[in-house]
């Protein structure tokens, strides 16, 4: 009876072993988005205050200056995330978080500050264990980005941010032919 149920697990394995080595190599390479811009249209007032950036990505010139084949990207790891509030410091703001949102992935959590530290200009949050943004980046030429920011006070200034992303891209290497 045992034997009956181990079996097919050993195949499902056995399968899944081929077809990982069926896909040729891989590797991991650096990819960064840089300065995104986060508009608010209104002043911030007191408690979260939500903004987004919807830009456009090109993974395929990317991948062909990397000798990597964009159709197989295996996963896409977000490794830091830097938030710049443009000509201002954070202090009306206690707390942020970013977020990758929309396409197959829903909406993810990806690194959040819970505390600014005072007079701050930049804010390097700390990365989620959700920082696995592949479902975000698959078939997709254009990425959405939301940013919480807690303020503490009702301010007169619509604030905008950057933010600088990096991540490692593990897609598979292009064949040299011979």
């Known amino acids: 009876m045992q034997i009956k149920q181990i079996l097919p697990a050993l195949a499902l394995l056995g399968f899944t072993g ?51 084949v964009a159709a197989d ?38 690194a959040v500050a819970n505390t600014v530290p005072k007079d701050a200009a930049t804010v390097k949050p700390s990365l989620t264990q959700q920082n696995d943004v592949t479902p975000f980046f698959s078939k997709a030429s254009k990425l959405t980005l939301v940013i919480d920011a807690n303020a503490t006070a009702d301010d007169s200034t619509a604030h905008t941010f950057k933010a600088n992303l990096s991540f490692k891209v593990e897609a598979g290497k292009q064949e040299v032919k011979k």
């Open 18 to 68: 081929l077809w990982s080595s069926c896909s040729g190599p891989s590797e991991a390479k650096p990819y960064e988005l840089k300065n995104i811009e986060f508009k608010m249209s209104e002043p911030a007032t007191v408690g979260v205050n939500s903004v987004q950036a919807e830009i456009a990505i090109d993974l395929n010139k990317w991948a062909e200056e990397n000798k990597l």
């Open 73 to 110: 990207i295996r996963k896409v790891e977000l490794q830091s995330v830097e938030i710049i509030n443009e000509g201002k410091n954070f202090n009306n703001f206690e707390s942020l978080s970013l977020q990758f949102a929309g396409g197959a992935g829903g909406m993810v959590e990806a």
